[in-house]
């Protein structure tokens, strides 16, 4: 049900890691999402995402669910990114106020690279396990999609500003859980989308007002946008976190509790946004125990 990717010798697979360019497409869907994750330069990741979307609705791609073969040249370089920006501890970033233009990119630079990360963690979703339903292929191909649309608008706002992706330091934790539930379906989707990708939903409402409060209009409707669509991107993470479950025969509940703690997730605190958290598919007993009001 959640085979990770297989490694084998750079002599028995012909693909070599994608330069900083557009990738060849593969009549499989999982192998071409691959070849976009792979890719260093943001730019032409977000060009490929589009042109793999494009592709897989014109009926060129199929989902298919066998296993994905990787070099371990390639495994080494998952996920592709550029050389900048530079990756730091979270607590060692630098705060800055809103009431300089350089605080208002450093904030918008920060935001810009979470979508970075979304984008390849939608792509890994799609190209690391194997054996799921053709809509959990298309579902994450969806999520990719406008992640990478996030960026790009986000980005070209950072260049209005004066400044460009790269320019600030930023830290790698949605990446590292990544990491850490390689090799699980179940644990990815509880712990990558349900925790650390909802945890925008709560977090998006305050940084909008602060961006709205300092004069920048244009990047509180871009937050419009993509708190909009987050939503249904925790919404996918649910519904294949809840299918896993069921066929699985576990309790969701209990689940993601012994989850979070095997896997040392972050521990959420509020403010919460339940509104949105409820359109994205929480019960109301998981919103009371993250409340700390109720105990399993």
């Not at 550029?82 to 501890?89: A, D, G, S």
Request: proline fraction near 7%.
């Amino acid at each position: 049900m959640s085979d990770p990717i297989f490694v084998v010798p750079e002599s028995q697979l012909s693909a070599q890691i994608p330069s900083p360019a557009q990738p060849d497409l593969s009549p499989d869907l999982r192998a071409t999402a691959l070849r976009c994750l792979l890719l260093r330069d943001p730019a032409a990741k977000v060009a490929a995402v589009a042109t793999l979307n494009a592709e897989f609705k014109k009926g060129t791609l199929a989902p298919e669910a066998s296993a994905v073969l990787i070099s371990d040249a390639e495994a080494a370089a998952i996920p592709g990114r550029p050389p900048r920006p530079e990756l730091v501890l979270p607590k060692t970033l630098k705060h800055r106020s809103m009431r300089t233009e350089e605080g208002r990119a450093a904030l918008i630079h920060a935001l810009a690279h979470i979508e970075f990360n979304a984008i390849n963690l939608a792509l890994d979703a799609i190209c690391r396990f194997s054996d799921m339903p053709d809509e959990y292929y298309t579902d994450w191909l969806s999520v990719a999609t406008e992640e990478a649309q996030h960026f790009d608008m986000l980005s070209r706002h950072l260049q209005m500003l004066g400044f460009a992706y790269g320019d600030f330091p930023a830290h790698n934790s949605m990446w590292e859980m990544a990491g850490k539930t390689q090799s699980d379906i179940l644990a990815r989707m509880a712990l990558v989308p349900r925790t650390l990708e909802a945890r925008g939903l709560d977090a998006t409402p305050a940084v909008r007002a602060k961006i709205a409060q300092a004069g920048d209009l244009a990047a509180a409707e871009i937050l419009d946008i993509i708190l909009r669509e987050e939503v249904g991107h925790v919404a996918i993470g649910n519904h294949w976190y809840n299918w896993l479950c069921e066929v699985r025969q576990l309790e969701p509940i209990a689940t993601f509790a012994k989850l979070a703690l095997a896997y040392e997730a972050p521990t959420l605190r509020g403010p919460f946004n339940l509104t949105a958290r409820r359109a994205a598919g929480f019960s109301e007993e998981e919103l009371l125990i993250l409340q700390g009001e109720f105990q399993p």
